[in-house]
């Protein structure tokens, strides 16, 4: 993803016309791939919806990716915050469940944690480890 929007919202042209295809075809677009910016190795692949009090969100594709990809898999949903001040304050609480390697229950993490969260998947990149950076304990999310 491009470090900064070009347009305020992403085209969904490929979206509809994949759905009047005659063929039927199977599709799902991938939400979000978290990578290392110095290696460019994949970190984590994520399922986002925004938070409207569900208490499941399909994930089946999103857990074949994470598997094939060998890295964690999770679904992240988030409350959008009334009054931002900037874009930087648009969201105001997470909730989140991990489907690869396991498949844990939705808990909620604030946004201090999952930027923590977000710090430890990057900082404990195997390309860091390999320089010699020693991993720390998964934070809690």
């Not at 915050?81 to 304050?89: K, T």
């Amino acid at each position: 993803m491009a470090r900064w929007e070009k347009y305020d919202s992403r085209p969904s042209h490929y979206s509809k016309w994949h759905r009047y295809q005659p063929d039927r075809f199977a599709y799902v677009d991938i939400d979000a791939l978290e990578f290392c910016k110095d290696c460019k190795s994949p970190l984590a692949v994520m399922e986002l919806a925004q938070d409207v009090g569900q208490k499941r969100k399909s994930f089946l594709q999103t857990l074949y990716v994470a598997r094939g990809l060998q890295v964690p898999g999770y679904v992240v949903l988030y409350t959008v915050a009334q009054n931002p001040q900037n874009d930087g304050e648009a969201i105001s609480a997470f909730r989140m469940m991990k489907i690869y390697p396991e498949i844990s229950e939705f808990h909620d993490v604030s946004v201090e944690q999952y930027l923590n969260w977000l710090r430890y998947l990057h900082n404990n990149c195997y390309c860091k480890k390999k320089d010699g950076q020693d991993s720390t304990e998964t934070p809690k999310t």
